[in-house]
């Protein structure tokens, strides 16, 4: 069973502090990973893409991957109001390789 | 450049209905996803049309049927519908890449149909 598992949270953080997000899958294989934002009622945004184990990072936004333990995060610096949103994870598996795999999501929510 | 577009943003049916969502891919890209995301849910995979082929399909009945034109435009059809047929239909749109390790497609949203079925 193909899975990208999150935990669907609410997570609350303060404004200004450090939210982070974790993802982990179930496939080995896994090569490409991607983390989107979603506001309610809209569709889903995409913020960033990971391949290699280790760090990107893209403005207050942070990617982690570690192949070795079968997860991938997402750090949020300096979190904002606006930040409140669901959060989603999704791998492509390498036995269905044109199928991203997608996790439920977790819910942040960034206090004033 | 345009994003991915989708009509129409919202449709009531009744059950037993047939729908039809159409979807055009952001400028450059050649292949559409399908996805149907229910409330709290993460989107699960309907199908992806490639070449004007559906290349993989997900766990979803024959009611659900595609197509994609030859300007990578594509349409969701949905017979006979259900009462849990009502969710937010999502069409996402990418650049075919393959590499030795596997699909690297970055997939690009459009706004969504939200069916309502009564």
């Known amino acids: 069973q193909k899975e990208v598992e999150q935990n669907s949270g609410p997570l609350s953080v303060p404004e200004g502090a450090i939210a982070s997000l974790n993802c982990t899958y179930s496939?080995?294989?896994?090569?490409?990973f991607f983390w989107y934002r979603q506001y309610s009622g809209k569709s889903p945004e995409l913020i960033m893409s990971?391949?290699s184990n280790g760090d990107k990072e893209d403005g207050r936004f942070t990617a982690q991957l570690n192949k070795a333990s079968q997860y991938v995060s997402l750090l949020i610096r300096d979190s904002q109001p606006s930040d409140s949103a669901t959060y989603l994870c999704?791998?492509?598996?390498?036995?269905?390789?044109?199928?991203?795999?997608w996790g439920a999501g977790t819910k942040l929510i960034i206090k004033p | 450049d345009a994003g991915v577009t989708q009509s129409p943003t919202h449709l009531i049916k009744t059950r037993g209905q047939q729908v039809t969502l159409r979807c055009s891919p952001k400028?450059?890209?050649?292949?559409v996803s399908w996805y149907q995301q229910a409330l709290g849910q993460g989107p699960q995979f309907i199908f992806q049309?490639?070449?004007?082929?559906?290349?993989q399909r997900g766990n979803f009945p024959d009611r659900f049927s595609g197509h994609q034109f030859p300007n990578y435009s594509s349409e969701l059809n949905v017979n006979a519908l259900l009462l849990g047929d009502s969710a937010l239909y999502l069409c996402?749109?990418?650049?075919?890449?393959?590499?030795?390790?596997?699909?690297?497609?970055?997939?690009?949203f459009g706004p969504g149909t939200r069916l309502t079925v009564l």
């Open positions: 996402a749109s990418s650049l075919a890449v393959w590499t030795s390790g596997g699909s690297t497609d970055t997939q690009y």
């Open positions: 400028s450059g890209h050649d292949t």
């Open positions: 049309y490639y070449e004007e082929e559906e290349r």
């Open positions: 496939d080995r294989g896994s090569q490409s």
């Open positions: 990971i391949y």
């Open positions: 999704a791998a492509y598996h390498m036995d269905s390789n044109y199928q991203l795999i």
